[in-house]
């Protein structure tokens, strides 16, 4: 299985950067591959102008499409995914997530938000051509306390129950199961 994370945060130390490196720990015994694509590293200009000539958008791109999992990390803002995820979004080829397993997760201030995986995130990633999106994991700030010690963001025990069972699916999964990938 060749698994991607997507961090979809403008920040460069956030919680839903934690929460996308924990999933992608979790799921490493299971993975021949697993990269990450921090959007905010690819120039803004490319992003903006939907450059998918630049070599920095190719490449990125050719992360999703040699994907087998996919999981799509973002912070909400104003009930939606992050403005960076959206411009990233835009640009991938219109089924670049056909045939793949696709896990969206997100964190948040306040429960007030967690509906936002289900009719913000979920919708883009099925026109995209996803149809095997895992149930998805929110994260309020009380779930991932900041850990200046190891200097990232600790896990809640609920949390951390949440998302072991919404990778349970690729997790139970035989190792010679193919294709990894959904039929069209």
């Known amino acids: 299985m060749n698994l991607l994370g997507i961090s979809g945060s403008p920040s460069l130390v956030s919680r839903s950067g934690a929460l ?3 999933t992608q720990r979790r799921l490493a ?11 905010r590293d690819l120039p803004a200009a490319v992003l903006v102008t939907a450059d998918v000539g630049d070599p920095h958008l190719g490449a990125a791109i050719e ?10 990390s973002t912070p909400i803002y104003k009930a939606a995914y992050s403005g960076l995820l959206k411009l990233f979004l835009d640009v991938l080829p219109q089924e670049a997530l056909r045939g793949k397993t696709v896990l969206p997760l997100a964190t948040g201030g306040s429960p007030a938000h967690v509906l936002a ?5 979920k919708p883009v990633l099925g026109v995209l051509g ?19 010690a190891a200097g990232d963001f ?18 139970d999964r035989r190792a010679d199961e193919r294709p990894w990938r959904v039929a069209a």
């Not at 992360?63 to 799509?72: G, T």
């Open 117 to 121: 995986l289900d009719y913000a995130i």
């Open 63 to 72: 992360l999703v499409a040699r994907a087998d999992v996919v999981i799509v």
């Open 154 to 171: 600790q896990p809640s025990d609920e949390l951390l129950a949440r998302l072991d069972a919404a990778i349970a699916p690729v997790l």
């Open 130 to 148: 996803a149809r095997d999106i895992l149930d998805g994991v929110y994260a309020v700030d009380a779930t991932l306390r900041p850990d200046p």
């Open 29 to 39: 015994g299971r993975a021949a591959r697993s990269d990450t694509l921090v959007v």
């Open 20 to 22: 996308l490196r924990l």
